[in-house]
T-cell receptor, first 113, second 116 residues
């Protein structure tokens, strides 16, 4: 079982809709969860991070963390074509070095005009 | 944007030749990382550094070595490149892992390496 799993997609949503991206993880002791966005041919850029159970909102983005069910999700409200990218989930697993992040393979999102 | 510069941005070389990639940062961050990214595998950690001359192995370190003689520079060397090392290589930096919640990593623009 992979430590971090994401549906590779592609996930397609119409412009203006809510895009929901999910990430599950196997290490129950994981802390510090991050969402990165990566445009084709570009480097990953940090969108947001979450450490505590519940929701964290930043503009059109909401991260949701449920440690009991071992998943973290990213909601994108009012999706725009410019949101079309691959979204990477990353987390710090408890068994690894405090300095390391483990990444999922990413979910490709396409927002249709 | 975080001040991270990777060089070269693109390189094509032959199997068996040595290759060195450079990551330079202007943020004075303590932690530096080298990842490779391949289709279907996501980002995989090769090596990382937690200070000058302090380095450790990541998930896919075989065939790679690193050095950090200055805070701002982190070098990745492929001693004898193989075709399986064809990939996109990203450098990342992080201010500190000791602060509450762990600081995020910020990435350079990447180096596209092709080994023929």
């Amino acid at each position: 079982q992979k430590e971090v799993e994401q549906n590779s997609g592609p996930l397609s949503v119409p412009e203006g809709a809510i895009a929901s991206l999910n990430c599950t993880y196997s290490d129950r002791g994981s802390q510090s969860f991050f969402w990165y966005r990566q445009y084709s041919g570009k480097s990953p850029e940090l969108i947001m991070f979450i450490y505590s159970n519940g929701d964290k909102e930043d503009g059109r983005f909401t991260a949701q963390l449920n440690k009991a069910s071992q998943y973290v999700s990213l909601l994108i409200r009012d999706s725009q074509p410019s949101d079309s990218a691959t979204y990477l989930c990353a987390l710090r697993i408890s068994s690894g070095s405090a300095r390391q992040l483990t990444f999922g393979s990413g979910t490709q999102l396409t927002v249709l005009p | 944007d975080a001040g991270i510069t990777q060089s070269p941005r693109h390189k094509v070389t032959e199997t068996g030749t040595p290759v060195t990639l450079r990551c330079h940062q202007t943020e004075n961050h303590r932690y530096m990382y080298w990842y490779r990214q391949d289709p279907g595998h996501g980002l995989r950690l090769i090596h990382y550094s937690y200070g000058v001359k302090d380095t450790d192995k990541g998930e896919v370190s075989d065939g790679y070595s690193v050095s950090r003689s200055k805070t701002e520079d982190f070098l990745l060397t492929l001693e004898s490149a193989t075709s399986s090392q064809t990939s996109v290589y990203f450098c990342a930096i992080s201010e500190s892992a000791l602060k509450k919640g762990n600081q995020p990593q910020h990435f350079g623009d990447g180096t596209r390496l092709s080994i023929l």
